[in-house]
């Protein structure tokens, strides 16, 4: 899958030196992992480009969502200048999501 991270170095760095940042933690035994997938990545590329998205498959990689103490999936971290902002678990809606996402992603990139 494109962006997938599979280092607990590629996650700091994902995290550390983007502006802002997404993790989505899945599993392909995940039926809402599956479906929220590409309406996540819809979300990101037409309402905020300037998020980099990453994926982390938890089934495959398991110490890398411990890392980050997600226990379920779907799980989505969004990162600030690398400090977490906000954090959605299993069932999520993209029209709330967005909606928080906007302000601070505004008040960042439309200056």
């Not at 779907?74 to 600030?80: E, H, M, V, W």
């Not at 069932?91 to 990139?109: G, V």
Request: charged content about 30%; hydrophobic content about 40%.
């Amino acid at each position: 899958m494109k962006n997938e991270l599979e280092t607990a170095g590629q996650l700091d760095s994902h995290v550390k030196e983007e502006i802002a940042s997404m993790l989505y933690f899945y599993s392909d035994h995940c039926a809402p992992c599956l479906s929220l997938r590409p309406k996540v990545i819809k979300m990101v590329e037409e309402e905020f480009p300037n998020i980099k998205l990453a994926f982390v498959n938890s089934e495959k990689h398991p110490k890398l969502p411990a890392q980050f103490n997600v226990f379920s999936n779907p799980t989505l971290i969004l990162f600030f200048d690398g400090k977490e902002y906000r954090r959605e678990s299993k069932y999520i809606s993209i029209p709330q999501l967005a909606a928080e996402i906007e302000r601070p992603y505004r008040m960042i990139f439309e200056d």
